[in-house]
């Protein structure tokens, strides 16, 4: 077996959700993980207390590999503030950041917890990892101008390289798909990053819910070592935002270092967006999520 590598994950909410993420992904390829960083996001430095206070269960079973952290804040949709990064408790806020400070392996696998596996991902992942810094499902098409018009997808965002004006057009003149959304980078006008480099596109990124790093390769190149954006930050530009990943995954890529798409959907679940934030809002939905996780643990788990 190869060497093992660490997991991260930042919990908000869903604490049955989170629970079987965890024990499903220690079921498919538990022999390949040493410790899971679980960051629970201090929601309460905010005033808001969303946590269910359940997930002891997950805590306690998985207790010889989990190694437990809360921030101090909570960074909730907050655009990354630069200035604030040489603050180790701002910069620990940031999604996912103490882990990949913390861990001393060559790879990290980040999940969301809201996904279920059901196969050996991280073998996969390392197996096909190659020499890229990221590996999992690349971009986020579904909001996408270059994907609804065919001229990009997830195996074609190192060969799709439009000019400015070319990217300025897709975004005036793209409609949407019916039940699909795009994020209006054009108004009031696109940020001055994309006139100077338009490639990678704005909602490019390696899916954050399955993501394999190397971190023995990206550790150095990413704050505090390096100068490129951490992993989890939001990026605000203009009146929009860059999501979870997204102004890391250009960053690296415009220094060379690429990310690999790979199906993870042979080995884990993970419902098709707008899921994440936007489903700790719709109270029913939420609810409804919780209640399928909790009985999937008690049938399959003996929670």
Aim: glycine share 8%.
């Amino acid at each position: 077996m190869s060497k093992k590598i660490d997991v991260i994950i930042s919990v908000c909410g869903k604490p049955w959700q989170t629970t079987l993420a965890l024990l499903s992904l220690d079921r498919a390829c538990g022999g390949r993980i040493d410790r899971i960083y679980f960051i629970e996001e201090n929601t309460r430095s905010m005033g808001y207390d969303i946590q269910s206070g359940q997930y002891d269960y997950v805590l306690e079973r998985l207790k010889h590999k989990i190694v437990y952290f809360q921030p101090k804040q909570w960074n909730y949709c907050f655009g990354v503030e630069y200035d604030k990064l040489g603050d180790t408790d701002y910069r620990h806020s940031v999604r996912y950041q103490y882990g990949w400070e913390m861990s001393d392996k060559d790879h990290v696998l980040i999940i969301h917890n809201d996904a279920v596996f059901h196969g050996d991902v991280v073998g996969a992942l390392l197996e096909n990892i190659g020499d890229a810094v990221a590996i999992g499902h690349v971009g986020q098409c579904w909001y996408c101008p270059a994907a609804f018009t065919g001229r990009c997808g997830s195996e074609r965002h190192l060969d799709y390289r439009p000019g400015f004006s070319e990217l300025l057009d897709l975004y005036k003149k793209t409609v949407a798909p019916e039940g699909s959304l795009m994020r209006a980078y054009h108004l009031p006008r696109m940020h001055a990053m994309f006139q100077d480099q338009p490639w990678p596109l704005p909602e490019c990124r390696v899916n954050e819910w399955c993501a394999l790093i190397d971190l023995k390769t990206a550790r150095k190149m990413t704050a505090p070592h390096g100068r490129v954006t951490p992993f989890g930050a939001i990026v605000g530009v203009g009146k929009q935002i860059l999501d979870v990943g997204c102004q890391w995954f250009r960053e690296m890529h415009l220094r060379g270092k690429v990310a690999k798409h790979f199906d993870i959907y042979e080995y884990m679940h993970h419902d098709v967006p707008p899921t994440g934030q936007p489903t700790l809002l719709d109270k029913a939905r939420y609810r409804d999520m919780e209640e399928q996780a909790f009985h999937r643990l008690k049938d399959e788990y003996g929670l």
